[in-house]
Protein backbone atom coordinates (compact mmCIF):
# COMPACT_ATOMS: atom_id res chain seq x y z
CA UNK A 1 0.00 0.00 0.00
CA UNK A 2 1.24 3.55 -0.72
CA UNK A 3 2.12 5.53 2.31
CA UNK A 4 0.35 8.53 2.74
CA UNK A 5 1.26 11.52 5.15
CA UNK A 6 -1.25 12.75 7.31
CA UNK A 7 -3.36 14.62 4.96
CA UNK A 8 -6.71 16.27 5.90
CA UNK A 9 -9.86 14.14 5.29
CA UNK A 10 -12.49 16.76 3.78
CA UNK A 11 -13.87 16.69 0.34
CA UNK A 12 -14.39 13.91 -2.18
CA UNK A 13 -12.89 10.29 -1.17
CA UNK A 14 -11.47 7.98 -3.60
CA UNK A 15 -13.03 4.54 -4.68
CA UNK A 16 -12.44 1.04 -3.12
CA UNK A 17 -8.85 -0.28 -4.42
CA UNK A 18 -8.53 3.81 -5.74
CA UNK A 19 -5.01 5.47 -5.47
CA UNK A 20 -4.26 8.96 -6.80
CA UNK A 21 -0.80 8.94 -8.48
CA UNK A 22 1.47 12.42 -8.83
CA UNK A 23 2.92 11.71 -12.33
CA UNK A 24 5.22 13.89 -14.40
CA UNK A 25 4.52 13.07 -18.32
CA UNK A 26 6.56 14.52 -21.10
CA UNK A 27 5.20 16.13 -24.50
CA UNK A 28 6.15 12.53 -26.02
CA UNK A 29 3.85 10.95 -23.59
CA UNK A 30 6.41 9.25 -21.16
CA UNK A 31 5.51 9.18 -17.44
CA UNK A 32 6.94 8.97 -14.42
CA UNK A 33 5.04 7.93 -10.82
CA UNK A 34 6.99 10.32 -8.06
CA UNK A 35 4.14 9.71 -5.41
CA UNK A 36 1.25 7.52 -4.95
CA UNK A 37 -1.20 8.38 -2.22
CA UNK A 38 -4.77 6.70 -0.57
CA UNK A 39 -6.30 10.28 -0.25
CA UNK A 40 -7.38 12.47 -3.12
CA UNK A 41 -4.74 14.84 -4.13
CA UNK A 42 -5.37 17.46 -6.85
CA UNK A 43 -3.94 20.41 -9.17
CA UNK A 44 -0.08 20.27 -8.59
CA UNK A 45 2.07 24.07 -9.53
CA UNK A 46 5.57 23.56 -10.50
CA UNK A 47 7.67 26.08 -8.98
CA UNK A 48 9.37 28.12 -10.48
CA UNK A 49 13.07 26.68 -9.64
CA UNK A 50 12.09 23.46 -10.74
CA UNK A 51 12.90 22.07 -7.28
CA UNK A 52 9.65 20.98 -5.91
CA UNK A 53 5.87 20.98 -6.70
CA UNK A 54 2.98 22.01 -4.68
CA UNK A 55 -0.48 20.14 -4.72
CA UNK A 56 -3.67 20.50 -2.10
CA UNK A 57 -5.39 17.26 -0.56
CA UNK A 58 -7.88 17.44 1.82
CA UNK A 59 -8.15 21.58 1.77
CA UNK A 60 -4.26 22.28 2.32
CA UNK A 61 -1.32 22.54 0.41
CA UNK A 62 1.43 20.47 0.24
CA UNK A 63 4.75 20.09 -1.32
CA UNK A 64 7.41 17.55 -2.50
CA UNK A 65 10.59 17.20 -4.17
CA UNK A 66 10.25 17.45 -7.95
CA UNK A 67 12.10 13.87 -8.02
CA UNK A 68 9.91 12.56 -5.67
CA UNK A 69 12.16 11.96 -3.01
CA UNK A 70 11.53 12.34 0.60
CA UNK A 71 7.65 13.17 2.08
CA UNK A 72 5.55 15.79 1.04
CA UNK A 73 5.53 18.50 3.86
CA UNK A 74 3.01 20.63 4.94
CA UNK A 75 2.36 24.42 3.94
CA UNK A 76 0.99 25.54 7.27
CA UNK A 77 -1.13 29.16 6.35
CA UNK A 78 -2.43 29.36 9.82
CA UNK A 79 -6.03 29.35 9.98
CA UNK A 80 -7.07 28.78 6.27
CA UNK A 81 -7.35 25.17 5.78
CA UNK A 82 -10.15 24.99 3.48
CA UNK A 83 -8.74 25.62 0.36
CA UNK A 84 -9.67 24.35 -3.05
CA UNK A 85 -7.64 22.91 -6.21
CA UNK A 86 -6.91 26.31 -8.04
CA UNK A 87 -3.98 28.17 -6.72
CA UNK A 88 -1.27 29.81 -8.65
CA UNK A 89 2.46 31.01 -8.20
CA UNK A 90 3.81 34.32 -8.77
CA UNK A 91 6.69 34.55 -11.11
CA UNK A 92 9.39 35.22 -8.74
CA UNK A 93 8.25 31.73 -6.62
CA UNK A 94 7.65 33.32 -3.50
CA UNK A 95 3.70 34.14 -3.16
CA UNK A 96 1.04 31.50 -3.87
CA UNK A 97 -2.49 32.42 -3.79
CA UNK A 98 -4.99 30.52 -3.56
CA UNK A 99 -8.94 30.30 -3.51
CA UNK A 100 -10.42 28.97 -0.48
CA UNK A 101 -14.08 27.63 0.29
CA UNK A 102 -15.07 30.84 1.62
CA UNK A 103 -15.30 32.27 -1.92
CA UNK A 104 -12.16 34.50 -1.40
CA UNK A 105 -8.82 34.58 -3.05
CA UNK A 106 -5.69 34.82 -0.52
CA UNK A 107 -1.81 35.64 -1.10
CA UNK A 108 0.97 33.78 1.45
CA UNK A 109 3.84 33.47 1.70
CA UNK A 110 4.83 30.13 -0.81
CA UNK A 111 6.74 28.56 2.50
CA UNK A 112 4.48 29.45 4.82
CA UNK A 113 2.50 32.55 6.80
CA UNK A 114 -0.14 34.52 7.16
CA UNK A 115 -3.00 34.80 4.48
CA UNK A 116 -3.57 37.90 2.80
CA UNK A 117 -6.98 38.54 1.50
CA UNK A 118 -6.77 39.58 -2.13
CA UNK A 119 -10.72 39.50 -2.94
CA UNK A 120 -13.60 41.96 -2.54
CA UNK A 121 -17.40 41.45 -0.69
CA UNK A 122 -19.71 41.99 -3.16
CA UNK A 123 -23.37 42.80 -2.44
CA UNK A 124 -24.41 39.49 -4.85
CA UNK A 125 -23.05 36.17 -4.49
CA UNK A 126 -19.57 36.33 -6.02
CA UNK A 127 -17.62 33.26 -5.31
CA UNK A 128 -13.68 33.71 -6.32
CA UNK A 129 -11.73 30.67 -8.51
CA UNK A 130 -8.19 31.26 -8.87
CA UNK A 131 -6.71 30.52 -12.46
CA UNK A 132 -4.10 32.79 -13.75
CA UNK A 133 -1.51 35.56 -12.99
CA UNK A 134 0.28 37.98 -15.53
CA UNK A 135 3.32 37.32 -16.12
CA UNK A 136 4.68 40.43 -14.32
CA UNK A 137 2.85 39.38 -11.40
CA UNK A 138 0.50 42.22 -11.10
CA UNK A 139 -2.90 40.36 -12.28
CA UNK A 140 -4.86 37.53 -11.39
CA UNK A 141 -7.01 36.27 -13.75
CA UNK A 142 -9.97 34.39 -12.49
CA UNK A 143 -13.77 33.06 -12.87
CA UNK A 144 -16.66 33.48 -10.20
CA UNK A 145 -19.72 31.81 -9.63
CA UNK A 146 -22.52 34.85 -9.17
CA UNK A 147 -26.02 35.38 -9.47
CA UNK A 148 -27.40 39.36 -9.78
CA UNK A 149 -30.72 38.12 -9.68
CA UNK A 150 -31.00 36.83 -13.29
CA UNK A 151 -29.94 33.35 -12.10
CA UNK A 152 -26.41 31.73 -11.09
CA UNK A 153 -23.65 32.73 -13.98
CA UNK A 154 -19.59 31.69 -14.32
CA UNK A 155 -17.92 34.78 -15.81
CA UNK A 156 -14.42 35.73 -16.03
CA UNK A 157 -12.68 38.56 -14.18
CA UNK A 158 -9.56 40.07 -13.20
CA UNK A 159 -8.51 41.73 -10.32
CA UNK A 160 -5.18 42.92 -9.18
CA UNK A 161 -2.65 40.87 -7.50
CA UNK A 162 -2.47 43.95 -4.57
CA UNK A 163 -5.94 44.05 -4.00
CA UNK A 164 -8.54 46.19 -5.77
CA UNK A 165 -11.36 46.30 -8.07
CA UNK A 166 -12.38 43.63 -10.07
CA UNK A 167 -12.59 43.96 -13.63
CA UNK A 168 -15.00 41.54 -16.14
CA UNK A 169 -14.25 40.31 -18.94
CA UNK A 170 -17.23 38.34 -19.95
CA UNK A 171 -21.30 38.60 -18.95
CA UNK A 172 -22.60 35.41 -20.59
CA UNK A 173 -25.06 32.87 -19.42
CA UNK A 174 -22.96 30.04 -20.38
CA UNK A 175 -20.08 28.46 -18.53
CA UNK A 176 -16.52 29.40 -18.65
CA UNK A 177 -13.78 28.83 -16.86
CA UNK A 178 -9.55 28.34 -16.48
CA UNK A 179 -8.70 31.43 -17.77
CA UNK A 180 -4.65 31.83 -17.39
CA UNK A 181 -2.45 34.49 -19.26
CA UNK A 182 0.11 33.09 -21.40
CA UNK A 183 3.75 33.47 -20.88
CA UNK A 184 3.95 36.82 -23.02
CA UNK A 185 0.71 38.47 -21.97
CA UNK A 186 -0.55 38.72 -25.05
CA UNK A 187 -3.60 36.75 -24.29
CA UNK A 188 -5.63 34.32 -21.67
CA UNK A 189 -6.59 30.94 -22.37
CA UNK A 190 -9.79 29.35 -21.33
CA UNK A 191 -12.75 27.08 -21.60
CA UNK A 192 -15.90 27.79 -22.82
CA UNK A 193 -19.63 26.89 -23.58
CA UNK A 194 -19.94 29.74 -25.55
CA UNK A 195 -19.77 27.62 -29.26
CA UNK A 196 -22.27 24.43 -27.94
CA UNK A 197 -24.84 23.23 -29.15
CA UNK A 198 -25.64 20.89 -26.20
CA UNK A 199 -25.36 21.56 -22.52
CA UNK A 200 -21.30 20.90 -21.31
CA UNK A 201 -19.79 21.11 -24.80
CA UNK A 202 -16.83 22.55 -23.42
CA UNK A 203 -14.23 24.10 -25.69
CA UNK A 204 -10.45 25.81 -25.83
CA UNK A 205 -10.74 29.34 -26.52
CA UNK A 206 -7.94 32.30 -25.98
CA UNK A 207 -8.98 35.97 -25.79
CA UNK A 208 -7.02 39.50 -25.18
CA UNK A 209 -6.52 40.23 -21.10
CA UNK A 210 -9.83 42.74 -21.96
CA UNK A 211 -11.74 40.09 -22.74
CA UNK A 212 -11.31 41.36 -26.69
CA UNK A 213 -10.46 39.18 -29.83
CA UNK A 214 -12.03 35.81 -28.71
CA UNK A 215 -10.70 32.55 -30.71
CA UNK A 216 -11.63 29.76 -30.76
CA UNK A 217 -8.42 26.30 -30.44
CA UNK A 218 -10.63 23.37 -30.25
CA UNK A 219 -13.28 22.26 -31.95
CA UNK A 220 -14.70 18.22 -31.67
CA UNK A 221 -16.97 15.98 -30.26
CA UNK A 222 -15.11 15.85 -27.23
CA UNK A 223 -15.28 18.20 -23.67
CA UNK A 224 -12.14 20.17 -23.50
CA UNK A 225 -10.80 21.77 -21.18
CA UNK A 226 -7.99 23.98 -18.52
CA UNK A 227 -5.76 25.02 -21.56
CA UNK A 228 -2.02 25.12 -20.11
CA UNK A 229 0.79 27.36 -21.76
CA UNK A 230 4.28 26.02 -21.10
CA UNK A 231 6.48 28.65 -19.74
CA UNK A 232 8.11 29.08 -23.34
CA UNK A 233 4.84 29.91 -24.90
CA UNK A 234 5.67 27.29 -27.66
CA UNK A 235 3.00 24.27 -25.86
CA UNK A 236 -0.09 23.84 -24.82
CA UNK A 237 -1.56 20.82 -22.98
CA UNK A 238 -5.18 20.43 -21.97
CA UNK A 239 -7.22 17.79 -20.73
CA UNK A 240 -10.15 16.21 -22.58
CA UNK A 241 -13.05 14.40 -21.30
CA UNK A 242 -15.29 12.14 -23.26
CA UNK A 243 -18.14 13.42 -25.39
CA UNK A 244 -21.43 14.21 -23.43
CA UNK A 245 -19.67 14.69 -20.15
CA UNK A 246 -20.99 17.49 -18.10
CA UNK A 247 -18.86 20.05 -16.26
CA UNK A 248 -15.31 18.61 -15.36
CA UNK A 249 -16.41 15.55 -13.09
CA UNK A 250 -13.86 12.92 -11.74
CA UNK A 251 -13.50 9.41 -12.59
CA UNK A 252 -13.16 9.51 -16.10
CA UNK A 253 -11.06 7.97 -19.06
CA UNK A 254 -9.58 11.26 -20.21
CA UNK A 255 -6.96 12.08 -22.21
CA UNK A 256 -4.30 14.99 -21.91
CA UNK A 257 -3.83 16.75 -25.25
CA UNK A 258 -0.75 18.44 -26.77
CA UNK A 259 -1.72 21.62 -29.17
CA UNK A 260 0.27 24.80 -30.50
CA UNK A 261 -0.79 28.09 -29.44
CA UNK A 262 -2.94 28.88 -32.03
CA UNK A 263 -5.06 25.38 -31.68
CA UNK A 264 -2.85 23.94 -34.14
CA UNK A 265 -1.18 20.41 -34.35
CA UNK A 266 -3.33 18.81 -32.29
CA UNK A 267 -3.04 15.27 -30.80
CA UNK A 268 -3.40 12.69 -27.79
CA UNK A 269 -0.06 12.73 -25.10
CA UNK A 270 -1.26 10.25 -22.56
CA UNK A 271 -4.55 8.26 -21.51
CA UNK A 272 -5.40 7.29 -17.85
CA UNK A 273 -8.41 7.71 -15.52
CA UNK A 274 -8.94 11.36 -13.98
CA UNK A 275 -10.78 13.79 -14.31
CA UNK A 276 -11.80 16.63 -11.56
CA UNK A 277 -8.28 17.61 -9.76
CA UNK A 278 -5.81 16.04 -12.45
CA UNK A 279 -4.71 19.16 -14.17
CA UNK A 280 -6.81 22.14 -12.91
CA UNK A 281 -4.03 24.51 -12.92
CA UNK A 282 -0.44 25.22 -14.33
CA UNK A 283 1.28 22.37 -13.70
CA UNK A 284 3.94 23.05 -16.85
CA UNK A 285 8.17 22.47 -15.46
CA UNK A 286 10.17 25.44 -16.01
CA UNK A 287 12.11 23.59 -18.83
CA UNK A 288 9.06 24.08 -20.70
CA UNK A 289 9.51 19.56 -21.35
CA UNK A 290 7.71 18.43 -18.33
CA UNK A 291 4.47 18.72 -17.10
CA UNK A 292 2.95 17.06 -13.88
CA UNK A 293 -0.60 16.08 -13.07
CA UNK A 294 -2.53 13.48 -11.13
CA UNK A 295 -4.08 10.07 -12.56
CA UNK A 296 -6.54 8.58 -10.37
CA UNK A 297 -6.73 4.56 -11.23
CA UNK A 298 -8.32 2.03 -9.51
CA UNK A 299 -5.97 -1.18 -8.50
CA UNK A 300 -7.59 -4.51 -8.74
CA UNK A 301 -7.34 -6.28 -5.21
Known amino acids: MPGTPDFARRGRGLQPGQVSELTIAD ?25 ALIFNAGGELWRIAADGAGDPTRIDFGHLRDLN ?24 PVDGGTPRRVSN ?33 INMFTIPAAGGADTRLSDVTYPNDGPEYSPDGAWIYFNSE ?33 PHVSPDGASVVYLSFPEG ?11 LRFMRPDGTGQRDIVRFFGGQGTINVNSWAP ?9 YPVRQP
Open 121 to 153: THPHPHHYYLHGISPDGTTLSYVAIEDRGAGRR
Open 287 to 295: DSRRFAYVA
Open 194 to 226: RAATQPGQAQCFRMRPDGTGIEQLTSDTRVNWF
Open 85 to 108: NDHVLSPDGRTIYVSSDDGHLYAL
Open 245 to 255: TLGHPPDKDVI
Open 27 to 51: LDGKTMVIFVADEVIEAPNWTPDGE
